[in-house]
């Protein structure tokens, strides 16, 4: 975290300001809530604008060899991250918490930060997931959405019930919940 906080020194990261300093110019960005990672999207609609600011950082973080990891997403967004962290230390922590495997898992995933969270879960692949995210999840046997984000989960959770692969008792809500997808 330590080298996070170096990051954001040396950026001159402002987040109520929304600015950091990118070449010695002041360039804006619309902030995510995430805790322990630095999400920056592009502030207008030039997504191609943070290909600059992933360059600048990548220079930073070189240049003052902080223990950091860059991913930029297809969307514009870049996150930094603190090496070793990723959303793989979330199912680990829900498994020692639960008692549980990390097949027993279900996880959704589309981007490509996705990928430490689909290894070795029961995943859903939403239809506009990454072509990489759906080779893993296809891999492990997960499910292939054909529809895109919130009704690709709904229609993994169909198909999860249907497969007899969910408790009865959530099978049933997913029914009353969801019930066109469910039958699809």
């Not at 240049?63 to 090496?83: E, F």
């Amino acid at each position: 975290i330590e080298h996070l906080v170096l990051f954001q020194k040396i950026i001159q990261l402002d987040t109520l300001a929304r600015t950091f300093l990118c070449r010695n110019a002041e360039r804006r960005f619309r902030p995510e809530l995430k805790e322990g990672i630095i999400s920056l999207f592009p502030g207008g609609t030039n997504i191609e604008e943070s290909k600059e600011w992933l360059a600048f950082f990548t220079g930073v973080i070189q240049n003052h060899d902080l223990r950091l990891t860059l991913k930029r997403h297809s969307d514009g967004c870049i996150d930094v991250v603190p090496m070793g962290i990723n959303k793989r230390l979330g199912v680990m922590e829900v498994c020692w918490i639960y008692g549980c495997e990390t097949r027993e898992i279900l996880t959704v995933v589309d981007g490509a930060n996705d990928h430490e969270l689909a290894l070795g879960t029961i995943a859903i692949a939403v239809a506009n997931a990454a072509p990489s995210i759906k080779d893993i999840v296809r891999d492990q046997g997960g499910f292939i959405a054909t529809l895109p984000h919130g009704l690709g989960f709904a229609q993994g959770l169909a198909h999860f019930s249907d497969n007899g692969l969910l408790p009865k008792e959530l099978a049933a809500i997913i029914r009353v919940i969801i019930p066109e997808i469910a039958t699809a």
